[in-house]
C-alpha cells in the first residue's frame, strides 16, 4: 500500500515557479516508479513526467521539457515537481502516483496508487 499527498500547488504569475511535492505512507515507496499527471475539468488526465524507483531516469512530456524536473528523495519518501516558467496552459489538478513499473511510465493505466492531486493556477 502507498497513500500518496501532494502539497505545494497554488496561484503564480506567468513566467513564475512552484515546487510541488508529494509524500508517501508506504514502505513500498522506493521501489515503485512515480509519475506526475495533469487534468483540466473534465478532460483525460494528461501525463506530465516520471521518474524510475532509483531516481536516476525521467521522461518528460514535450509541452513540459526543458521546463518542469522531476527528483525524489527516497529517504523521506518525497518525489518533486519543480516547474519553472509557467504557462496559463499549466493551470491543473497535479497528481501524483506510484507504478510498479521500475521506470515509471506515461500510461495512467500502469498506475496504482494516486494522491488527491494539488491545484495549480497560471495566471496571465
Known amino acids: 500500500q502507498a497513500r500518496l499527498e501532494e502539497s505545494g500547488g497554488g496561484l503564480v504569475q506567468a513566467g513564475g515557479s512552484l515546487r510541488l511535492s508529494c509524500a508517501s505512507s508506504g514502505r513500498a515507496f522506493r521501489t515503485f516508479g512515480m509519475g506526475w499527471f495533469r487534468q483540466v475539468s473534465e478532460k483525460e488526465r494528461e501525463f506530465v513526467g516520471c521518474?524510475?524507483?532509483?531516481?536516476?531516469?525521467?521522461q518528460y512530456a514535450d509541452p513540459v521539457k526543458g521546463r518542469f524536473t522531476i527528483s525524489r528523495d527516497n529517504a523521506k519518501n518525497t518525489v518533486y515537481l519543480e516547474m519553472s516558467n509557467l504557462k496559463p496552459e499549466d493551470t491543473a489538478v497535479y497528481y501524483c502516483?506510484?507504478?510498479?513499473?521500475?521506470?515509471?511510465?506515461?500510461?495512467?493505466?500502469?498506475?496504482?496508487?494516486w494522491g488527491q492531486g494539488t491545484q495549480v493556477t497560471v495566471s496571465s
Open positions: 521518474i524510475s524507483w532509483r531516481g536516476d531516469s525521467t
Open positions: 502516483a506510484a507504478t510498479s513499473v521500475s521506470l515509471g511510465t506515461s500510461d495512467p493505466n500502469d498506475y496504482r496508487f
